[in-house]
């Protein structure tokens, strides 16, 4: 049972023992069955931390950011927006917290059920404690705006648990959270099977955050992204099908500037390279 439910369902799944390659999980899965509900109502899912001295770091597009230590004078602080993950973690141990289907995020409490527009400026939070306990605000209808204000029928929220045993490094959360939220897919394929992957880069901090054909069906594109929070450089190795050339692109995909040797990657940053078929 649930407020506001016909019913709650909770599945707990443990990915145990895990490889160098794929960690140990957590896996739980929240079914909510909603009712029809037009009275203001939000819906929460609690997560309380307990790693002493950790310190939470949230995923935003193309950075991590420290709830308080890093947001400007006047940003809300009553709740968040992440794109993958938040961590806590300490020198000695950590955890991530992947959240692919509620990217709201309250950090300490619950702290978003501000009902109506809320002029005076001292009902917002103005500062945050440091905390480790984290809500996923799964749901609401706080908001005066272009949906209905009821929310029914069952809805799906997963969310994983990476613990481990060693302090906080951001490429290894960034491709670990990449990794969950955009799975392998298996499907049937032609033609011959390939000896060798079509790209592979030196640098395990860089990630490539994507591999596809271009628009035009002239070229590959591949975006490479700084992960590591730093400065990093990294040989791209191609396939057994070579490209005539490779250029510095953007998001229009088109030939920008030649590129030959080491690629340079800036930190939290994306860099596109487009790659001519023969």
Same mark, same amino acid.
């Given at each position: 049972? /649930?407020?506001?439910c016909?019913k709650?369902? +909770?599945?707990i799944?443990?990915h145990?023992?895990g490889?160098? @390659? @794929?960690?140990?999980y957590?896996e739980?899965v929240?079914v909510?069955d909603k009712l029809p509900i037009? !009275?203001?109502?939000g =819906?929460?899912?609690?997560f309380?931390?307990?790693l002493?001295?950790?310190v939470?770091r949230?995923?935003v597009p193309?950075g991590?950011?420290q709830?308080e230590a890093?947001?400007l004078?006047?940003?809300c602080?009553n709740?968040?927006t992440v ?9 000695r141990?950590?955890?991530t917290w992947l959240?692919p ?10 702290t978003?059920?501000l009902?109506g @527009?809320l002029?005076d400026?001292?009902?917002w !939070?103005s ?10 605000w *799964?749901?609401n209808?706080?908001?005066?705006t272009?949906? +209905?204000a009821?929310?029914?029928g069952?809805?799906?929220? +997963?969310f994983?648990l990476y613990?481990?045993?060693? #302090?906080?490094? *951001?490429?290894t959360v960034? &491709?670990l *959270? ?7 897919l298996?499907l049937? /394929?032609?033609g011959?099977?390939?000896?060798q ?7 395990g901090?860089?990630?490539?955050s994507?591999? !596809? ?5 002239q070229a590959?594109?591949?975006?490479l992204?700084g992960?590591?929070? &730093?400065?990093?450089t990294?040989e791209? !190795?191609w #396939?057994?099908s070579?490209p005539?050339?490779v250029?510095l @692109?953007?998001?229009s995909? &088109?030939?920008?500037e030649?590129?030959t040797?080491?690629?340079t =990657?800036? /930190?939290w940053?994306?860099v596109?390279?487009r *790659?001519?078929?023969?």
């Open positions: 049972d /649930a407020p506001g016909r709650l369902t +909770r599945e799944r443990l145990w023992p490889t160098h @390659s @794929s960690p140990s957590v739980i929240n909510v037009r !009275k203001k109502e =819906v929460h899912f609690g309380g931390f307990n002493p001295g950790g939470a949230m995923d193309w991590v950011v709830p890093d947001q004078p006047g940003a602080k709740w968040f794109q993958r993950f938040v961590d806590v973690s300490n020198d141990a950590g955890i959240t289907d509620a990217p709201l995020v309250e950090i300490g409490g619950i978003a059920n009902i @527009s002029s400026p001292r009902a !939070k500062r945050i404690d440091p905390s480790q306990t984290i809500y996923s *799964a749901m209808n706080h908001w005066h272009n949906y +209905r009821e929310q029914e069952p809805t799906v929220f +997963r994983f613990p481990r045993s060693r #302090g906080y490094n *951001a490429d960034s &491709r *959270a990449l990794d969950q939220s955009q799975p392998l298996v049937p /394929a032609r011959a099977e390939p000896k992957a079509p790209v592979s880069i030196s640098n901090t860089v990630a490539v994507a591999l !596809k054909p271009s628009h035009d069906g590959l594109i591949l975006r992204f992960a590591s929070g &730093r400065l990093q990294t791209v !190795k #396939g057994a070579a005539k050339k250029w @692109s953007d998001t995909e &088109r030939p920008i030649p590129v040797g080491a690629v =990657v800036p /930190a940053s994306i596109t390279l *790659a001519d078929l023969e």
